[in-house]
């Protein structure tokens, strides 16, 4: 919707498509708001951003469904495929726009080709490196969602993994989309977009930085109190 890439694949077939905005975030005030902007194409959220605003997950999701018009991610809280997958159809079942998010385990993982076979989405979560994505891709997720802050925390440069996921997903037509997640500010959207990630989602003051730069305001203020001399004086 907001940034468009255009590369070449290793077979020269001119790729088109441009970025999503997801807002990570299971707040109903911040989803309104930033809906209002018109720039945000789906949610993401996680047990812990639930557990946040207070209310089961069945319940918060279907109320977010009412506000963004998009994919929607919501997690799974078993451990074992089978429980997973009971778990992933009731989630599914909320609402067209549901993404079930799954963990990167080998649990996991099985739960998510059962999910591919029934035509249930799936979110591949918790993602730290490219051997992850790449096991994630195989089983046919529908996003995987790298978590390029936490890498950065830990003194490792997030945004080399998303590279490296972008290119081992060109090299073989993985349809898989890589979310650029965890992230903490502007600037890491600007990178996990050069790096040509298909969607970021940004907590809702990342979101509010993006709009934000200092000679913007400082102009629109010049441009105001220019108008004012001249047409307020003429309509006083
Ligand atoms: C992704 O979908 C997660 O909800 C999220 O981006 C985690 O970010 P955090 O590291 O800020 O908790």
Redesign the pocket.
């Known amino acids: 919707m907001i940034i468009e890439a255009t590369g070449k694949s290793a077979h020269s077939v001119t790729i088109k498509r441009l970025m999503k905005f997801f807002l990570?975030s299971a707040n109903l005030a911040e989803l309104k708001d930033a809906a209002s902007w018109g720039i945000v194409d789906g949610v993401?959220?996680?047990p812990?951003?639930i557990a946040k605003e207070g209310f089961p997950v069945q319940e918060q999701v279907r109320k977010i469904c009412d506000i963004i018009d998009g994919d929607v991610?919501a997690e799974v809280v078993s451990l074992v495929a089978p429980e997973m997958i009971v778990e992933g159809r009731r989630l599914a079942a909320i609402h067209k726009n549901i993404v079930v998010k799954v963990p990167l385990i080998p649990e996991g993982i099985k739960a998510v080709a059962a999910f591919v076979k029934e035509g249930i989405r799936t979110n591949v979560?918790l993602c730290f490196s490219a051997a992850q994505a790449l096991v994630a891709a195989k089983a046919g997720a529908y996003i995987v969602?790298p978590?390029v802050?936490?890498v950065d925390d830990i003194g490792w440069p997030g945004i080399e993994m998303i590279d490296d996921i972008m290119t081992i997903y060109r090299n073989y037509d993985y349809k898989t989309q890589v979310?650029a997640?965890?992230?903490r500010g502007p600037l890491s959207v600007i990178q996990a977009a050069k790096a040509g990630a298909h969607i970021v989602?940004l907590?809702y003051k990342v979101m509010q930085q993006m709009f934000h730069h200092p000679l913007t305001e400082k102009g629109l203020e010049q441009f105001l109190s220019d108008h004012r001399k001249v047409f307020d004086l003429v309509n006083a």
């Open positions: 990570d993401t959220t996680n812990s951003l991610s979560t969602s978590f802050g936490r979310l997640a965890s992230v989602t907590p």
